[in-house]
Nanobody, 125 residues
Framework: VQLQASGGGLVQVGGSLRLSCAAS????????VAWFRQAPGKEREFVAG????????SYADSVKGRFTISRDNAMNTVYLQMNSLKPEDTAVYYC???????????????????WGQGTLVTVSS
């Protein structure tokens, strides 16, 4: 599975960005899909995700109420709408998918075999 993440950039505190993750040649049907992020000197952390069935979304506490994960009807693009951005949201954002991840493990980066290349989000104050 090849993933292409895009949409990162420089934004001021309180601004918004929408990230996209597109799959090449297939849909996300049957795959757990997640966004992770990694700030300099920190471990990669879960941000938001869809369960394999697509029926359940999960968010890190730090982004609840500000970020929204969604997908298009064709199920080959997943989005992360990020509002009310803070300096601590600055990181490289990655999308990841895997057909075997179960809901209880979806926040664990090591569970995902397929990763996009990452897109940098910088929030300036």
């Amino acid at each position: 599975v090849q993933l292409q993440a895009s949409g990162g950039g420089l934004v001021q505190v309180g601004g918004s960005l929408r990230l996209s993750c597109a799959a090449s040649g297939r849909t996300f049907r049957g795959y757990a899909v997640a966004w992770f992020r990694q700030a300099p000197g920190k471990e990669r952390e879960f941000v938001a995700g869809f369960s394999r069935s697509g029926g359940r979304t999960s968010y890190a506490d730090s982004v609840k109420g500000r970020f929204t994960i969604s997908r298009d009807n064709a199920m080959n693009t997943v989005y992360l709408q990020m509002n009310s951005l803070k300096p601590e949201d600055t990181a490289v954002y990655y999308c990841a998918v895997d057909p075997s991840v179960i809901t209880s493990s979806q926040t664990m980066a090591a569970q995902y075999d397929y990763w996009g290349q990452g897109t940098l989000v910088t929030v300036s104050s």
